[in-house]
């Protein structure tokens, strides 16, 4: 059975950086895309990254510039380095992995526990 672990969250001040990790069992990384997505109190879960088998990478508008997705296929690892960290970033974030012809949207997959991040002064 697949599973993902996610570490690294904490607290940190606005303009700081953070890398989540993401540990997944199994083989799964053969032809699936792993994404980080992100749900912030009384709102709706989003996709902020992911990257597919073949390295081709997506970002939320909301973190291009800013944030940036990496997997080592090798050690069945996705990274998410988060840079000039905002309030706004504040959230639970969700490893997840699902078939590169899947959807970015929608519960699809397998999701880890989550990290939180919390961005404040």
């Known amino acids: 059975q697949v599973q993902l672990v996610e570490s690294g969250g904490g607290l940190v001040q606005p303009g700081g950086s953070l890398r989540l990790s993401c540990a997944a069992s199994?083989?799964?990384?053969?032809?699936?895309?792993m994404g980080w997505y992100r749900q912030a109190p009384g709102q709706r879960r989003e996709l902020v990254a992911n990257i597919r088998s073949g390295g081709l990478v997506y970002y939320a508008d909301s973190v291009k510039g800013r944030f940036t997705i990496s997997r080592d296929n090798a050690k069945t690892m996705v990274y998410l380095q988060m840079n000039s960290l905002k309030p706004e970033d504040t959230a639970v974030y969700f490893c997840n992995v699902r078939p590169d012809w899947a959807p970015g949207l929608g519960d699809i997959g397998t999701w880890g526990q989550g990290t939180q991040v919390t961005v404040s002064s």
């Open positions: 199994g083989s799964i990384f053969s032809g699936n895309k």
